[in-house]
């Protein structure tokens, strides 16, 4: 398997999601999750972490964290590693808890760190677990409206100066509360080449500093998917491969676009006249006909490898 791409440096901000090994879960009560809570608080006081969001849920979890030392890979070593120690010895187990690749997404702070708190916030609610994330004690929500004091170690301010002075902590909850009962796209969807989610001028800007010189081999895919390729080079490459089939060519090329290209959804759906939800679901469709067809499989796969996108 490819070994997914980390940008690491000063001020950098993530989004971080981490998996229990198989799915399964990583905490099987409050002590659980209180001790897991103490990890967060530590890596904050020994390694420098700011961590902005939380959420810990049944077999994952989310952090929104920036790490003014530039040391990521630390500060994730940390966390996990001392709450494996921990949760194998209390629950006289042994082996991996969690997944070997944890998911740190680069994020331009600026742009995108409401809505991904918005959305971290959230999962509870989408899991079905309470109907008001006010209702989850094991997130950092009640943190940013006031409903519970903010631990020492958690940094709300920085976010919360984005929705004002005195009454942020009422706008932030206004704003979560306007997604409460609307399907919201996972804003992750955006991320090029599952790496690094910002506008074009900061994809470049990261691209200059800090992969200038990084091959870009079977190790990190992920690299070569900050090539851009546009929608209409991949529709025009599809028309061609598919030609008298329009209908067909159409749906290979939102699929190839959705899966493997670094073009964002926004870009996607007005190239082809849709909306960023109907790019997903026609992405989706098309892949279970692709499951079923092994003869399309190979072709749709031909038409990828010739416009160098690459499966990351």
Same mark, same amino acid.
């Given at each position: 398997m490819s070994r997914p791409l980390r940008i690491e440096y000063p001020e950098a901000f993530y989004h971080i999601t981490v998996r229990g090994n198989e799915r399964k879960d990583i905490y099987r009560d409050d002590r659980d999750r209180e001790q897991f809570l103490s990890y967060l608080e530590s890596a904050v006081v020994r390694y420098g972490a700011a961590i902005h969001v939380y959420c810990l849920m049944g077999n994952h979890y989310h952090l929104l964290?920036?790490?003014?030392?530039?040391?990521?890979?630390?500060?994730?070593?940390h966390i996990n590693g001392a709450y494996t120690n921990y949760y194998n010895s209390r629950h006289r187990r042994s082996g991996h808890l969690f997944q070997g690749r944890y998911r740190a997404i680069l994020v331009e702070a600026d742009e995108y760190a409401g809505q991904l708190s918005r959305y971290i916030h959230?999962?509870?609610?989408?899991?079905?677990?309470v109907s008001d994330p006010k209702d989850y004690s094991w997130s950092s929500y009640s943190a940013y409206t006031g409903e519970k004091r903010s631990p020492a170690w958690l940094t709300t301010k920085?976010?919360?100066?984005?929705?004002?002075?005195?009454?942020?902590?009422?706008v932030y909850r206004k704003f979560v509360e306007a997604k409460l009962d609307v399907p919201e796209e996972d804003p992750l969807n955006e991320a090029i080449g599952s790496a690094i989610l910002?506008? @074009? +001028?900061?994809?470049?800007e990261i691209?200059?500093?800090?992969?200038?010189?990084?091959?870009? &081999? @079977? +190790?990190?895919p992920a690299l070569a998917t900050l090539i851009r390729v546009t929608p209409?080079?991949? &529709? @025009?490459?599809?028309?061609?491969?598919f030609q008298g089939k329009p209908e067909l060519a159409r749906k290979v090329a939102i699929y190839l676009c959705h899966r493997f290209s670094n073009v964002p959804l926004r870009e996607i759906g007005n190239h082809f006249s849709v909306g960023e939800s109907a790019v997903s679901q026609a992405s989706r469709r098309f892949q279970v006909e692709l499951s079923l067809d092994k003869t399309l499989r190979k072709k749709v796969e031909g038409v990828r490898r010739g416009l160098r996108v690459c499966n990351v």
């Open positions: 964290m920036s790490t003014p030392a530039g040391n990521l890979a630390q500060i994730l070593r959230l999962n509870p609610v989408r899991a079905g677990i920085w976010l919360l100066k984005y929705f004002g002075g005195r009454s942020a902590q009422k910002g506008r @074009r +001028d900061f994809v470049d691209k200059a500093k800090y992969l200038k010189g990084r091959s870009s &081999d @079977r +190790d990190l209409e080079k991949i &529709d @025009r490459k599809t028309q061609q491969e």
